[in-house]
């Protein structure tokens, strides 16, 4: 069975630009959820989503956004980007996601803002 | 809001020594709690978790026990190896909004010598 795949692997994008994540969960997964990784706040949760529906978001900007699709892909969006925006961003599928529920890592993609 | 306190490290061990990450929560409730560990350039993997006090979580050699009355849930194993080298991430999962998230303590790095 396939992981869970993140597209682009490395990203490098300037000050003020846009920038839009790719997500691929497990097959037959519903919930994808969504975290940044950074050295000094280590990693916090953006959002999580079930079956087309955000279900829970983190404290971030209205700056980040995100989706997902009929096939449970996802996508995650940031707009006017600052320096402060790079981190790694990692995604992480389940099948409902429920208490206790075990959650798949994609490998990340590495977003650096200049 | 709920909070995970882990050692941070860098922690360098010679190959077969014990290891112990030491890792405490606050939370209202009784989570369920989770190591993971990054090895370099990927994502997440579970390592362990458990779901109720008294639980032991077991992988790799690797040990961990749910204990309520102190809070904690520290990381054990009798013997690391150099493939051990990575960063684990001691978690709680939080019950927000009808979903769960993860919430992470800032990671440790550990450096296995041979």
């Known amino acids: 069975k396939a992981g869970v795949t993140q597209t682009p692997r490395y990203l490098i994008k300037t000050r003020g630009q846009q920038v839009t994540l790719s997500c691929s969960p497990i097959?037959?997964?519903?919930?994808v959820s969504w975290y940044q990784q950074t050295p000094g706040q280590g990693l916090q949760f953006l959002f999580e989503y079930f079956s087309e529906t955000q279900r829970n978001k983190g404290n971030f900007p209205g700056r980040f956004s995100g989706r997902q699709f009929s096939n449970s892909r996802s996508e995650m969006n940031v707009s006017t980007l600052e320096l402060g925006d790079s981190a790694l961003y990692l995604c992480a599928s389940s099948l409902f996601y429920r208490e206790g529920d075990e959650q798949y890592f994609g490998p990340g993609t590495r977003l650096t803002v200049t | 809001g709920n909070s995970v306190t882990q050692m941070e490290g860098p922690v360098t061990l010679s190959e077969e020594a014990f290891l112990t990450i030491n890792c405490t929560y606050t939370a209202t409730g009784y989570p369920s709690l989770f190591w993971y560990v990054q090895y370099p350039g990927e994502g997440l993997q579970l390592l362990l978790k458990a779901t109720k006090a008294d639980d032991k979580g077991s992988n790799k050699g690797f040990e961990a026990t749910y204990r309520k009355e102190t809070t904690s849930f520290h990381l054990e194993k009798g013997s690391v190896q150099v493939s051990d080298s990575a960063v684990y991430f001691c978690?709680?999962?939080?019950?927000?909004?009808?979903?769960?998230?993860?919430?992470f303590g800032k990671g440790m790095k550990l450096t296995v010598n041979p």
């Open positions: 978690a709680l999962s939080e019950t927000q909004g009808g979903s769960e998230k993860l919430v």
């Open positions: 097959s037959g997964h519903r919930s």
